[in-house]
C-alpha cells in the first residue's frame, strides 16, 4: 500500500495535466478571438494549479485559489469574447476539480456560484435561453458524475480503513486468545500443584496424629506387656489388671484410628486442663511414670480450640518420649499464661545431657507449635533430664480460623 501512494499521487497529477496540454494546442491551433498569448497563459497558470494544490494543506487557502482560477476565467471569457471554447473548458475543468479536491458542502457552493457566473456572462453576451439551459445541464450532468465518482471512492478508503482495522484487532484478540490460553494452562498447572500440596499437607497431619495419638497408646501397651511376665508371678489380680489396662487401649488405639481414618474433627476430650489431667492419669496408671501438673500460674482455663488441641498432643507426645527414651522416674508439667500468650514447660529427671537427635516425634511437636503460631524449644535440666518450653499466642489469627473452618 504505501509503495504504491507516490505513483498513485504522480497518477492524480499528471493525467488532468495531460488533458489540459492536449486541450491547450488544441485551442491554439484553431484560434477564434482569443488571444494565443494570453490562452496559453491562462492553461499554464492551471497547469501550475494542479501541481501545487496537493501540498496546500489548509481549506480556505484552496477555497481562495479556486475562486482566484475562477476570476481569472470569466476575465479571459470577457476578454476573448468567446460563447463556446477555451473559457468554458476551463470553468468545467475547473467545477470537476472541486468535486474531488474541496470538501462536499464546499464543492456545492463553489459549482453553484460557477453556474451562476456562468449564466451572467451567457445573457451579457446574447446568449440564447436554450444555449444557457445546455451548459447548465451539462454542468451540472458533470457535477453529479464526478460527485458520485469521488462518494464511491471515499466509501470504498473507509471500507479499506474499517477493514485493516478490522484485521489489527483480529490479531490483537487472537493474541489475546492465546494469552489466556496460556493462563488458563498455568491456571491449571497451579491448581494441580495446590491440589498436591494440600494432599501432602494432610498425609503430613495425619501421619503425625497417627504417631503423636496411637503411637503413644501402643507404647503404653508395650510397657504393660512387657511387666506382664513379672506380674504374672507375683499376683494374678495385679495380672489380670494389667490385661485390662492393656485391652483397654487396645480399645483406645482402635477408636482413634477410626478417627484418623474418617477424618473425623477435633475431639472435644482434648479441651482444657480436664483432659490434660485425664492424660496424666492415664500416663502414670500404665507407665508407672510419676507426673505433676502445677497450674499455679494460670489465671483462666479457656483457651481457643487450636490451643488446647496443641497443648494436648505436645504432652502427650513429650511424655511418649520420656516413657520411651528417656528411663525417667518423674516428670512435671507447669502452665501459666498472661492476656496474650500460654506458656508450658515439660522437664523429666531422665538420662538427657545435651545431645539431642531430631525424630518424627520432635518435629512433629516444632511443626505443631509453629502451626498454632506459637514456638517450642529443647534444653538440658542439670544434673541430667530435657526441659521442653512452649510458648502459645491465645489470640487466633485469620489463618488459624480459615483452618478451623475448613
Known amino acids: 500500500m504505501n509503495r504504491q501512494t507516490p505513483a498513485r499521487h504522480y497518477y492524480k497529477k499528471l493525467v488532468p495535466s495531460l488533458i489540459l496540454i492536449l486541450n491547450c494546442i488544441q485551442f491554439l491551433s484553431h484560434p477564434a478571438k482569443a488571444d494565443p498569448i494570453l490562452l496559453a497563459f491562462v492553461f499554464a497558470v492551471y497547469l501550475a494549479f494542479i501541481w501545487v494544490i496537493p501540498y496546500v494543506a489548509s481549506t480556505a487557502v484552496i477555497l481562495c485559489i479556486f475562486i482566484g482560477l475562477w476570476l481569472l476565467t470569466d476575465f479571459f471569457w470577457a476578454v476573448s469574447g468567446q460563447e463556446q471554447g477555451a473559457a468554458y473548458f476551463l470553468i468545467v475543468f475547473l467545477m470537476i476539480y472541486a468535486a474531488f479536491r474541496l470538501p462536499s458542502r464546499l464543492s456545492l457552493i463553489f459549482t453553484a456560484c460557477l453556474i451562476g457566473g456562468n449564466i451572467l456572462l451567457l445573457s451579457s453576451q446574447g446568449g440564447s435561453l436554450n444555449t444557457i439551459i445546455s451548459n447548465i445541464s451539462i454542468m451540472l450532468g458533470l457535477y453529479v458524475l464526478f460527485s458520485s465518482m469521488r462518494f464511491r471512492r471515499e466509501a470504498r478508503r473507509e471500507a479499506e480503513r474499517n477493514h485493516a482495522e478490522l484485521a489489527k484487532m483480529h490479531v490483537q484478540l487472537e493474541h489475546a486468545h492465546k494469552e489466556l490460553q496460556k493462563a488458563h494452562a498455568e491456571l491449571q498447572e497451579a491448581s494441580v500443584l495446590s491440589l498436591r500440596y494440600a494432599v501432602l499437607e494432610e498425609r503430613t497431619r495425619i501421619a503425625r496424629d497417627i504417631h503423636d495419638s496411637i503411637g503413644h497408646e501402643l507404647t503404653s501397651v508395650i510397657v504393660q506387656l512387657q ?23 487396645a480399645r483406645e488405639c482402635l477408636q482413634e484410628v477410626r478417627s484418623v481414618v ?28 510419676h507426673v505433676s501438673l502445677d497450674t499455679a500460674g494460670l489465671s483462666e482455663e479457656s483457651w481457643p480450640p487450636n490451643v488446647s488441641e496443641t497443648i494436648y498432643r505436645i504432652l ?46 520432635l518435629t512433629g511437636m516444632k511443626e505443631r507449635a509453629e502451626k498454632a503460631g506459637g514456638s517450642l524449644t529443647f534444653s538440658a535440666v542439670q544434673p541430667s533430664g530435657l526441659k521442653i518450653e512452649l510458648s502459645l499466642p491465645l489470640m487466633t489469627t485469620n489463618k488459624e480460623q480459615k483452618d478451623e473452618q475448613r
Open 316 to 361: 502427650q507426645e513429650a511424655l511418649t518420649n520420656i516413657i520411651r527414651h528417656a528411663d525417667a522416674s518423674h516428670a512435671a508439667a507447669v502452665i501459666s499464661n498472661d492476656k496474650s500468650h500460654l506458656y508450658v514447660t515439660i522437664t523429666d529427671d531422665g538420662l538427657f545431657t545435651g545431645i539431642l537427635t531430631y525424630g518424627f516425634g
Open 262 to 289: 474418617h477424618q473425623m474433627g477435633r475431639s472435644e476430650s482434648m479441651v482444657g486442663l480436664t483432659a490434660l489431667r485425664g492424660l496424666i492419669h492415664q500416663v502414670e496408671e500404665r507407665s508407672g511414670l
Open 227 to 249: 511387666s506382664l511376665p513379672y506380674i504374672l508371678k507375683s499376683s494374678k489380680e495385679d495380672s489380670e489388671k494389667v490385661i485390662q489396662n492393656v485391652l483397654s487401649v
